[in-house]
Each structure stands twice: as C-alpha cells, then as structure tokens.
C-alpha cells in the first residue's frame, strides 16, 4: 500500500537528523532492510515485535517486515501559500502525501541559531500552519462560489456543500485548521474530495535535549496546550540522542544506551509506530516455512481486500480465510496446534480482518 507520511518543520529544528535516523535500519528495533527511493523518501520498515515472535516459533526462511514511506519534505518560508520560495513546491509535496508529522524544536542552545532568532515551538508551529490554512482557504472560496450557483438551482448535494464550505471558511479564517471542525458522515466525503492540507492526520514531534527526553519540558507542555483541540498525538523525541544510537553497531549496545537514559526504545521506532497509526493502518500475518511477513491494510478492509494486498487475483476469487489470533498462535506455540485445540476461524468474505491476525486465504480464478 503506497501511503505516506511527509516530515515537515522549519529550518534548524532537527527535521533532518531525524529522517537521517529513521533512515537508519540499525535505530530500529531489529535489523531489517532499508531501501532509499529517492535522496528525500525512504522506504522505512515498521518495527513489530510479533513479527519477531511469529518468526521464533516458526522458524522461517526469511522474514518480512511491514514498511511505510517517509518523505523530507524541502523547506517552508513565510509567503509559501503565494508562492514564495519552495512555496509551490512545499504544499505540492504535502498535498501528495497521507498525513504530516511535524517536528517542533523544543531545546535550547545558543549554538544552534533559530531562523526566527528564539525558541517558541507554538510560534513555529503557526507559521507552517497559517501557509497551509490560506491555500486552503483558497481552495474553499473557489469550491464555495461554485456551490453556491449550482444551489440556486435546487441541487441538495450542492446546498449541502456550500453549507459545509462556509463552516470551513470560517474555521480557516479564525485560524484554526480543517482537522478541527466536527463533521457528520454526510459531510466527511464532501471535506475528501477537497483535499485539504490542514485535514490531514498530524502528528507533532517534539525535539527535545537529553534532559527532558523522559519527562518533556515547558517548551512541551505549551505544544501540548496548543494542539489540544486537533485530535493530533505529541511525541517526545531527542533527535541528538537518536543520531547517537544510530552509529551504534549492535542490538545489545543500543539496549543498554536505552537503559541508561531510561528508555523502553529509540525514539524512532515509537515514531515509525505512531506514523503507521496516524496512517489509519493494521496489520496481518502469514506464517510458513518459507516465510513470516506482516502485510499492511486500511483498518476496517475485509478478508477479500486483505487477501488483495498480497495479489488481485486472490480477492477476486476468494473463497475463504483461515483465521487464527495472534495470541492464540503464540499461547500454543504453532498452527498445528491451535488447529488441533479447535482455536483456527473458517471466515467468509464479510470478515472484518483484526488486526495481528494471522491468515491463510482459499482462493480459486
């Protein structure tokens, strides 16, 4: 599934040093591949540690992660939304992408200049936003006095646009994005067809220094309080500290630098994890001799869609899946024997796959 995350911030912010580091299989929780598309988009594998467990009980040839693409997005200037600078470039970026995580410098240090002479992460934060909200209000107005002709007529799919189009020219004029505005399901397809910058899922990245790495700091806090009405998710990272794991050879070298500084793990990796979410994706597993692979789907697709992922031809003459939960293969150790505990679903084309669900599909073209 090619869907991605852009990595957007200003200058100086760490947005670099970080995407150098998801950029880096050895920050990651195990050691899979990396690949690198283009100097700017990288291929980064999804750290998954039932993955590593299928694969322990399984013992297979070869194991294969599930992986999302991150894309360093060039930077962004006052005036973008009128085509200053990268301006056209920047927003043509982010329009191509499927969500946004935007990295906010929140550490001082008078050796590292700010472009805007102090650190305030609320104040960078509204310079990208603004840009984002005046394209979009941009787009809105035009859609909008569309609309409102084709309404004059009687059309109820127009006057229902043309309503919603106000809300949003109201919410984006008060300064606030698209992601903020509750929708009824009637209107969620009208807010995607317009393709918003500021409707997309965000996920704001906190660039911290090592001593605030654990418990965050006032720059923080302020981040916090100003996206608390954005259904967005803050996360605390110390892009020094992760530069540093990087260049660390071993597994069991970066566990200890974790420990030392009281970290479960690298920070990328609960920034991969946290992408994959903002994503709106899930996981499922096939599980054989040959290999263990994790297979990414949208939450919420069938067992006919899922079987899709791995080839068209399997969706199209699906008959059914062999269903068995992840836990339940980790609890008896084996397919054979959760068969024989009577543990494995037989589901039909209207299953619903879960998440971490491990799958064999019948087929037949």
């Known amino acids: 599934m090619a869907l991605k995350c852009g990595i957007v911030g200003l200058p100086n912010v760490g947005k670099s040093t970080l995407f150098n580091c998801l950029s880096n299989a050895k920050a990651q929780s195990a050691n899979f591949p990396f690949c690198t598309i283009e100097p700017n988009v990288g291929t980064i594998t999804v750290p998954d540690e039932r993955l590593n467990k299928l694969a322990e009980l399984v013992s297979p040839e070869r194991i294969v992660p599930t992986t999302i693409e991150i894309v360093d997005i060039a930077g962004l200037v006052k005036g973008a939304s009128k085509g200053e600078g990268l301006g056209n470039k920047f927003l043509g970026n982010i329009r191509e992408t499927d969500a946004i995580i935007h990295v906010l410098r929140c550490f001082d240090d008078e050796n590292v200049t700010h472009v805007d002479g102090s650190v305030d992460p609320v104040r960078d934060k509204e310079i990208i936003d603004i840009e984002l909200q005046l394209k979009d209000l941009e787009t809105v107005e ?157 939450k919420g697709f069938t067992a006919p869609q899922a079987a899709g992922v791995i080839h068209s031809d399997f969706e199209k003459g699906f008959i059914r899946a062999e269903v068995i939960k992840y836990e339940d293969f980790v609890s008896h150790g084996s397919e054979s024997a959760v068969k024989e505990a009577g543990k494995m679903g037989v589901e039909g084309k209207e299953y619903t796959v879960a998440d971490g669900d491990v799958m064999h599909f019948r087929f037949n073209v």
């Open 142 to 298: 035009k859609r909008h006095a569309a609309a409102l002709k084709s309404a004059k007529s009687g059309d109820k799919s127009a006057q229902a646009k043309a309503a919603l189009y106000e809300r949003l020219i109201s919410v984006l004029e008060s300064g606030r994005s698209a992601r903020t505005l509750e929708l009824t399901d009637a209107e969620r397809p009208h807010l995607r067809e317009l393709q918003l910058l500021t409707a997309k899922p965000i996920l704001y990245v906190c660039n911290v220094d090592e001593a605030a790495v654990t418990t965050g700091n006032a720059h923080t806090e302020a981040v916090r309080e100003a996206v608390k009405d954005e259904n967005a998710e803050v996360l605390i990272i110390g892009a020094a500290i992760e530069a540093d794991i990087a260049e660390l050879e071993s597994y069991e070298e970066r566990k200890e630098f974790l420990d030392d500084l009281g970290l479960e793990e690298a920070g990328v990796s609960k920034l991969i994890k946290a992408a994959y979410k903002l994503l709106d994706l899930s996981t499922y597993f096939t599980a054989g001799e040959k290999e263990v692979r994790a297979w990414t789907i949208k």
